[in-house]
Nanobody
Framework: QVQLEDSGGGLVQAGGSLKLSCAIS????????VGWFRQAPGKNHKFVAG????????HYAHGVEGRARVSRDNAKRTASLQMNDLKPDDTAVYYC?????????????????WGQGTQVTVSS
């Protein structure tokens, strides 16, 4: 089993930045892909960004391109999502998730393991 622990959320003013972290432990499959999703109140999970097994294999959702940067450190078993120029519409619970394989998927159902989520609130 794989355990993912999200952290780094908080309250930030519009235009500010946050760095979310994902600590990964357990029987980690290799290769694997880490995805970041968010869920706003009353809405479904939406893909934000993902990083494949190769650190330069990244993919971003429309709307966060240029404001988000996803990274990973396989040796430290961590992944991160840096969000800049935050907007009130970015307010949501953010989750990291993992799927076996090398490729980034946008589909929520593709991911096997999930963190507990971390709240990001952006004030105007």
């Amino acid at each position: 089993q794989v355990q993912l622990e999200d952290s780094g959320g908080g309250l930030v003013q519009a235009g500010g930045s946050l760095k979310l972290s994902c600590a990964i432990s357990g029987h980690i499959p290799t290769p694997n892909t880490v995805g970041w999703f968010r869920q706003a109140p009353g809405k479904n999970h939406k893909f934000v960004a993902g990083i494949g097994w190769a650190p330069d294999s990244t993919h971003y959702a429309h709307g966060v391109e240029g404001r988000a940067r996803v990274s990973r450190d396989n040796a430290k078993r961590t992944a991160s999502l840096q969000m800049n120029d935050l907007k009130p519409d970015d307010t949501a619970v953010y989750y990291c998730a993992m799927v076996r394989g090398r490729f980034v998927y946008e589909d929520v159902g593709s991911y096997e393991f999930w963190g507990q989520g971390t709240q990001v609130t952006v004030s105007s």
